[in-house]
């Protein structure tokens, strides 16, 4: 869903802009409370993770194709305020390095993208879980729940924003309805590998898991016939538990799915590009700032072959993603621990 230049006048973009602004800068404040020394770099991978599977778009119906959005993933992985940083640092480098999604409409981009899909998912997720039972399981049947709503959801405020600033006079309704109805159908889509994706760290790390923190099964025992709840051991101390094969675990399954699996994806028009083309407003789309960009189109620029071409676009983008990603929250993360207060000393008077 990709919103390029064009698409929406320069006034509505500009606001877009300012809003988006707004949000990345509540987020980075946000973050400073979500974030710590283990979850900081988990944060750039997951933006990584997000960046590697929106290269797989997979079809959906009738000549059209879906792609992950990644805010429902990303919050509940790492936290709402993290998880809008997630989406904009994927975004900010699809644009610049990649010419995928306008860099005047970059503000659009992340509002619809970013911070609606955050809002939608993670309030609908926590909703949830506030009536479910307080289990793993039903963590990730949130997850799926919450990833499912967002993607319709962006897509209603896409067209609420072509409503206002669309430089293309369509019907309105018609916008409406196409959008909402092909983006449920890649909401379904979403919704799979968002709760595979939180279903498979809950079920190794659920620590790591923002959403499923004060979650924890207790350990059953058979005593006499019957099940009973073991003693609650003492947890080990966070920061005793290594995250580094979790975070090289994920680093491999991202450069795997952006360097090889992504040659695979589906060539159809994704939800955004097809409705624009049957609606008739696609030709208002205008080339692209950085359309001269070496990488882009996820393309290595004089390398023939499009198998290693992608593959090679696809490794490149995810190692700039979480270079990116990492320094960003792990500065974050060291202003929070500079501005925790410093107790004074208790004078022996």
Known sequence: ??????????????AAGVAAVAAVAVSLRGARRELDERTAPLAGLVAAFIFAVQMLN????????????GGALAAILVG?????LCVSVVLLMQGILF???GLTALGVNITVMGVVTVLLSYGVFRGLLKVLPGSRPYVTVSAFAGALISVP????????LYAIGGTTDVPIGKVFTAMVGVHLLIGIGEAAITAATVGAVIAVRPDLVHGARGLAAPLKLRVGGELVDAPAAAPAPAAARSTKKVWATGLVTALVLAGFVS????ASPDGLEKVAADQKFDAAAEEHAAAGSPLADYSVKDVTDARLSG??????????????????????????TDEQPVSAPVSAG
């Open 58 to 69: 997979f079809p959906v119906a009738a000549g059209t194709s879906g792609h992950l959005l």
């Open 1 to 14: 869903m990709h919103v390029p230049d064009g698409f929406i006048n320069a006034p509505v973009s500009v």
């Open 99 to 101: 010419a995928d999604g």
């Open 263 to 266: 040659y695979y994806a589906s």
């Open 311 to 336: 593959g090679l676009a696809g490794a490149i983008g995810v190692g700039a993603t979480v270079a990116v990603g990492t320094g960003v929250f792990w500065v974050v993360r060291r202003r929070r």
């Open 80 to 84: 709402p305020y993290t998880g809008v």
């Open 153 to 160: 959801g962006a897509a209603a405020a896409f067209t609420a």
